[in-house]
């Protein structure tokens, strides 16, 4: 499995950026698939989910109503819409795709390289 993430950059607090993971070797309309990010100094801090079949999502407190996690099954891509930024937000942005043991989804099985999103004034 292959993720590569796109997208990242440099902004201003209150703007906007729209992060694209590529994914091949899997499916990812038949995948949990998660954004997960690091800031500067910190450990991993787990962003948003997405569940196949169901059409459900989950985010982080911090971001909900701000962030939109989705996918384009027809392009095998995962996206994360990220609106109305601010400093916090600050961060190394990892696509990640969960384990699946035949029964249930759980962790992270495999991570792209991450997209770098940094916002400052």
């Known amino acids: 499995v292959q993720l590569v993430e796109s997208g990242g950059g440099l902004v201003r607090p209150g703007e906007f950026l729209r992060l694209a993971c590529a994914v091949s070797g899997a499916n990812v309309g038949q995948s949990a698939m998660h954004w997960v990010r690091q800031a500067p100094g910190k450990g991993l801090e787990w962003v948003s989910t997405?569940?196949?079949?169901?059409?459900?999502?989950v985010m982080l407190d911090s971001v909900k109503g701000r962030f939109t996690i989705s996918t384009d099954n027809a392009k095998n891509m995962l996206f994360l819409q990220m609106n109305y930024l601010n400093v916090e937000d600050t961060a190394l942005y990892y696509c990640?795709?969960?384990?699946?043991?035949?029964?249930?989804?759980?962790?992270?099985?495999?991570w792209g390289q991450g997209a770098q999103v940094t916002v400052s004034a």
């Open positions: 990640a795709k969960g384990s699946w043991d035949g029964n249930n989804w759980y962790g992270i099985g495999s």
């Open positions: 997405i569940w196949p079949y169901v059409s459900r999502s």
